[in-house]
C-alpha cells in the first residue's frame, strides 16, 4: 500500500482564492510526523509546514494550514489568498516513529495559480 | 547561512562512466540526507548521515552509489559505471538535531545519462 496518497496530480485555483490539496496516509506507527513542501520549476524543495501526531491543533504557518483528520487519516494543505507565486508542485511527506531519519513523499500536485 | 548547496547543478555522462556528486549543508547541521527524484514522482530516500557516520542506506541503493561525508561536513555521492536508468534528480537535505525533522534541500544535480 502507498504511504502517501495525493490523488490530484492538477490542481488550478483564481488568485486570491483559497485551495486545499490533498493527502492521505497511511501508518501502523503511533508516533509519526506529516511535512508539506513546495518545489518550484528551479527545483529546491522547501518546507512549508509540519504537524505531529500528537498535536491536538492543526499546524499553521502564515497562508498555510494543515487540515489534519487523524481518524480518517488526512492532512490537507490549505492555502489562503492564492498568490502567482504559489504555482509549484506540491508534495505531502511522512515520517515514520520518533526516531525514524527518512521522510516517505507523496507524488506530488501541480498547482497553478490564475490571474 | 547559505543554505544547502549542491554541485553541479547538471551532469550529462555516457552510461558507463562514472560521476560525483557533491553537497554543503548548512553548516550547524549534523545530519545530511541523500534523496533521488525522478520525473512526476516525490523525492525517494537514498541515504543518511549523522555527523561523518552513515547509519542508514535505502535499499534503492546500490552497490555501484556510495556516498561519504569526511569529517561531518560536506558529502559526495559517487555513482559508478553509469546506466540510462540512473537519470534522475538527486537532491542533498540537511537538519539540526533536536527539532521535528524538518529537511532544507539543495537545489539539486539533474543527472542525464546518454
Known amino acids: 500500500a502507498q504511504k502517501i496518497t495525493q490523488t490530484q496530480p492538477g490542481m488550478f485555483v483564481q488568485e486570491k482564492e483559497a485551495v486545499t490539496l490533498d493527502c492521505t496516509y497511511d501508518?501502523?506507527?503511533?508516533?509519526?510526523?506529516l511535512f508539506w513542501y513546495k518545489q518550484p520549476s528551479s527545483g529546491e524543495m522547501i518546507f512549508l509546514i509540519y504537524?505531529?501526531?500528537?498535536?491536538?491543533q492543526n499546524a499553521t504557518e502564515g497562508r498555510y494550514s494543515l487540515n489534519f483528520q487523524k481518524a480518517r487519516k488526512s492532512a490537507n494543505l490549505v492555502i489562503s489568498a492564492s498568490q502567482l507565486g504559489d504555482s509549484a508542485m506540491y508534495f505531502c511527506a511522512m515520517r515514520e516513529g520518533p526516531q525514524a531519519r527518512q521522510l516517505t513523499f507523496g507524488s506530488g500536485t501541480q498547482l497553478t495559480v490564475l490571474p | 547561512d547559505t543554505g544547502v548547496s549542491q554541485d553541479p547543478r547538471h551532469k550529462i555522462t555516457k552510461r558507463g562512466q562514472n560521476v560525483t556528486f557533491r553537497c554543503d549543508p548548512i553548516?550547524?547541521?549534523?545530519?545530511l540526507y541523500w534523496y533521488r527524484q525522478t520525473l512526476g514522482q516525490g523525492p525517494e530516500f537514498l541515504t543518511y548521515f549523522q555527523n561523518e557516520a552513515q547509519l542508514e542506506k535505502s535499499r534503492l541503493l546500490s552497490d555501484r552509489f556510495s556516498a561519504e561525508r569526511p569529517k561531518g561536513s560536506f558529502s559526495t555521492l559517487e555513482i559508478q559505471r553509469t546506466e540510462q536508468g540512473d537519470s534522475a534528480m538527486y537532491l542533498c537535505?540537511?537538519?539540526?538535531?533536536?527539532?521535528?525533522?524538518?529537511?532544507?534541500f539543495g537545489s539539486g544535480t539533474q543527472l542525464s545519462v546518454l
Open positions: 537535505a540537511s537538519s539540526l538535531v533536536p527539532g521535528v525533522g524538518k529537511l532544507f
Open positions: 504537524q505531529g501526531s500528537y498535536d491536538e
Open positions: 553548516s550547524e547541521h549534523n545530519r
Open positions: 501508518t501502523s506507527d503511533q508516533s509519526y510526523g
